[in-house]
């Protein structure tokens, strides 16, 4: 079955950076047709869409990490990437990866995602 393992996380100081990792196994097909997306929760608050990356290589930002973050995909390792930059303490909250190998009809809805890993803590204080 298909597995996605999330690393990277800790905890960081204002306007600091973290490189997210998503590593993916026992997938059918190739890694390249999966459509993949990061994913973010805080206590209390709702899940939150970070970044998406097509299979074509586009990208998707929500307006809140445009310009700081980067999400890219290693097809030879088979890893998702999230670069965070400028980091401040409301991007703070676990942090989840989510893959489909079909189209997605809602880049940054975690309903649109058949696939998840289990999550990797970011704490910016």
């Known amino acids: 079955h298909v597995q996605l393992v999330e690393s990277g996380g800790g905890s960081v100081q204002p306007g600091g950076s973290l490189r997210l990792s998503c590593a993916v196994s026992?997938?059918?097909?190739?890694?390249?047709?999966?459509?993949m997306a990061w994913f973010r929760q805080a206590p209390g608050k709702e899940r939150e869409g970070v970044a998406f990356i097509d299979t074509s290589g586009g990208t998707n930002y929500a307006h809140s990490v445009a310009g700081r973050f980067t999400i890219s995909k290693d097809n030879a390792k088979n890893i998702l990437y999230l670069e965070m930059n400028s980091l401040t303490p409301e991007d703070s909250g676990m942090y989840y990866c989510?893959?489909?190998?079909?189209?997605?009809?809602?880049?940054?809805?975690?309903?649109?995602?058949?696939?998840r890993g289990q999550g990797t803590q970011v704490t910016v204080s």
């Open positions: 026992g997938y059918t097909g190739t890694f390249t047709n999966y459509r």
């Open positions: 989510a893959a489909r190998a079909g189209v997605v009809f809602g880049l940054l809805v975690s309903g649109s995602y058949d696939l």
